[in-house]
């Protein structure tokens, strides 16, 4: 079994390895083309990992969420344009992307009037403003539901030959 560090402000990559016991060595073997030392560089945040390693890890470690936290929190692009999403529960999901697919159907018609001439008016720039945030909910219950998939999937919990046969009609 890996020592556990006693660092209090352990990252995500450092925490990530720990719950899966294992030592830098063995996450190198693992990890295949990281070596320890690296690994120990990016978990102590003497140096950013690189988005490949990332990927490496994410796949190796089946943590999907790892490629989210690096684009929403260490990609300079991905810090401006992708919101960072925490795993929840399906049904906590769901019910959320419901109520925000169930509160935009009321607005739709208020955005049509809104969009129609091409401009957005100063009377109707507030209730502009208020459905482009419900729109920005509804986005990210979706990324979360692909989050969600991705974990299922890298755990074996749902079929991935099944799953990317549908995905791929």
């Known amino acids: 079994m890996a020592r556990v560090s006693v660092k209090e402000n352990k990252n995500i990559y450092h925490k990530t390895r720990e719950s899966l016991q294992l030592t830098r060595e063995s996450a ?18 003497r140096s950013l990992p690189h988005p490949d390693e990332v990927l490496i890890m994410s796949e190796k470690y089946k943590q999907p969420s790892l490629c989210n936290y690096y684009c929403a929190n260490q990609c300079p692009i991905g810090q401006q344009y992708v919101p960072e999403v925490k795993i929840k529960d399906l049904s906590q999901i769901v019910i959320e992307m419901l109520a925000s697919l169930n509160s935009m159907n009321k607005k739709k018609d208020r955005l049509i009037e809104i969009t129609v001439d091409g401009k957005i008016s100063e009377d109707e720039i507030e209730d502009f403003v208020v459905i482009q945030q419900e729109l920005e909910k509804i986005s990210i219950a979706v990324e979360t539901l692909q989050l969600w998939s991705e974990q299922m999937l890298a755990k074996g919990l749902i079929d991935v030959d099944k799953y990317n046969e549908l995905m791929n009609q």
């Open 28 to 45: 190198s073997e693992l990890l295949e083309s990281i070596t320890a030392e690296r690994i120990e560089k990016i978990e102590n945040e």
